[in-house]
């Protein structure tokens, strides 16, 4: 199975913040990268796909990249809505795995 | 645009099954990648299996192999998914996911089911 590391597991941050958010994968998935993002009892909400494309309707505070192993998610200019647990998931192969997730907090 | 709508919260025996449903709104019913992820609380999504029935395809994780089933009833646009021999580690928010029949990714997802497994 492919292994999605994420780092940092949590982050503190402050409004207006830019924040990044890597997932590293245990081999090649090429750009079969999605990220999510959930909020306290809601489901998760797909917000990126195929490493960089955002989904419909995803503001463009939300960037993505990376290809290969290395990924990343920026946030820019942090609102309070931001503040979620977000989570890196690969579609390259079955089985289907996701990141552990990062925590972005408010500082 | 897409909106799955899933069946209310289960409480269940040991032993016993759960079948939850999602029901679709919005889009070509048959031309979708149809998946299940659970959340045990506290923790991290775990992808359980996807389905396309356009393509007749099918993938399970192999930790539910055998315990789970997914299946859709296109007359209802509706999506099931039944987990047997319950466990109370089988307790947990279990989401039904749709999306890209190619990428079978999860672009779309149900607001959750949750099921607690309790004697």
């Known amino acids: 199975d492919i292994q999605m590391t994420q780092s940092p597991s949590s982050l503190s941050a402050s409004v207006g913040d830019r924040v990044t958010i890597t997932c590293r994968a245990s081999?090649?998935?090429?750009?079969?990268l999605a990220w999510f993002q959930q909020k306290p009892g809601k489901a998760p909400k797909s917000l990126i796909y195929?490493?960089?494309s955002l989904q419909s309707g995803v503001p463009s505070k939300f960037s993505g990249s990376g290809s290969g192993t290395d990924f990343t998610l920026t946030i820019s200019s942090l609102q309070p809505e931001d503040f979620a647990t977000y989570y890196c998931q690969q579609y390259n192969v079955y089985p289907r795995t996701f990141g552990q997730g990062t925590k972005l907090e408010i500082k | 645009q897409v909106q799955l709508v899933q069946s209310g919260a289960e409480v269940k025996k040991p032993g016993s099954s759960v079948k939850v449903s999602c029901k679709a709104s919005?889009?070509?019913?048959?031309?979708?990648?149809i998946s299940w992820v659970r959340q045990a609380p506290g923790q991290g999504l775990e992808w359980m299996g996807t389905i396309i029935p356009i393509f007749g395809t099918s993938n399970y994780a192999q930790k539910f192999q055998g315990r789970v089933t997914i299946t859709t009833d296109e007359s209802t646009r509706t999506d099931y998914m039944e987990l047997s021999s319950l466990r109370y580690e089988d307790s947990a928010v279990y989401y039904c996911?749709?999306?890209?029949?190619?990428?079978?990714?999860?672009?779309?997802w149900g607001q959750g089911t949750l099921v607690t497994v309790s004697s």
């Open positions: 081999q090649d998935i090429s750009i079969y």
């Open positions: 919005g889009g070509t019913f048959r031309n979708y990648a």
């Open positions: 195929a490493a960089s």
């Open positions: 996911a749709r999306g890209d029949i190619a990428a079978a990714d999860f672009r779309h």
